[in-house]
């Protein structure tokens, strides 16, 4: 059912200095600050030549990124994400299979303009999985 590594997420605690190094120290392609309010972050996009990474910071005093960072303070990895031909199938399917997804179940529209999921990471071993239907 899942195709692609879409991307890994990452929350960092210092947004300028996590997106200078990825630039700077790694040599990646880098993109601008990308306010996202309704998801209650600023994402720093990096191109790789076979996925992406994004630099999650909070934004706003309801971010989900603030309880993460709190936990974590360092930062970490926050999510990855698959991509999906048909989402609502994919959705449908994992329910089936006992899989919670997180919120109302109905896929909203993520930082790519496509309509995302979340799925509980006690179900996947710890990690917070979004699905992407690309
Ligand atoms: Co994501």
Known sequence: MIGRLNH???AVPDLEAAAAQYRDTLGAVVRA???????????????LP??????LHPLGAESPIQGFLDKNPAGGIHHICYEVDDIIAARDQLRAAGARVLGTGEPRIGAHGKPVLFLHPKDFNGCL?????A
């Open 8 to 10: 890994v997420a990452i």
């Open 33 to 47: 600050p990308q306010a996202e309010p309704a998801h209650g972050v600023t994402v720093v996009f990096i191109d």
């Open 50 to 55: 076979n996925t992406k990474i994004e630099l």
């Open 129 to 133: 999985v979004e699905l992407e239907q």
